[in-house]
């Protein structure tokens, strides 16, 4: 399995630098121990690019996006190992701002993430439809919950510790935290690791223009 999807990957990488030569698209770059499209400033990403470690056996993660000095920073997409994808905003190389975050089991989280960890207010969307509403603290559910079964615009009132529900009950008074919608995505456009060529081969990259030169 590793080595076809290795061999697919490199087909794939072939055919775009051919591609990529065809439309005239220069800077790839070996950084980092992966491969590098993109904008770079004294040697390292600066502004719009993406970086790939599909050739390498157990690689880090692929990432588009915006950069700074060489971490992501800005508007961005990531792509994990374990199939998890994040798209969002970063600082300092780590998810920080409004985001979300697919992960491998089909579970959606929308909402603020602080130095990589979910904090603050936002949802976390399962497979059938039922969404959990509230504050996370460190990466963890914390305080009052509004919990919506199945799709249903009707939630319950759930209490969280730490992580672990300890109560819970049906309440018409409780009104549930707000979830930021400025620059919210949509939880099903998410872009796939199959769209990462069309990605590296396409001319309408991130906007580098906020970022501080």
Known sequence: MKLKRLLSTVIILISTWLTASQEGLTGYHFLFDGLYQGELREGAP?????????????????????????????????????????????????????????????????????????????????TDGTKRQGEWVHDQLEGFVAYYPNGSDTYNKEFWKNGFKVSDE????????????????????????????????????????????
């Open 46 to 126: 600066h502004g719009s690019g993406t970086i790939n470690y599909d050739f390498i056996p157990d690689g880090k993660y692929n990432y588009s996006g915006s950069w700074k000095d060489g971490k992501r920073q800005g508007l961005g997409i990531t792509w994990f190992r374990n199939d998890d994808i994040h798209q969002g905003y970063y600082e300092n190389d780590k998810p920080h701002g409004n985001g979300q975050k697919k992960y491998s089991d089909g579970l959606v989280y929308e909402g603020n993430f602080e130095n990589g960890l979910r904090n603050g207010t936002g949802s976390l969307h399962y």
């Open 170 to 213: 049906i309440l018409d008074t409780f009104t549930p935290s707000s979830i930021i919608t400025e620059n919210s995505f949509d939880k099903t456009s998410f872009i796939g690791p199959d769209d990462l060529r069309k990605i590296w081969t396409s001319k309408t990259k991130f906007s580098s223009q906020a970022l501080k030169k």
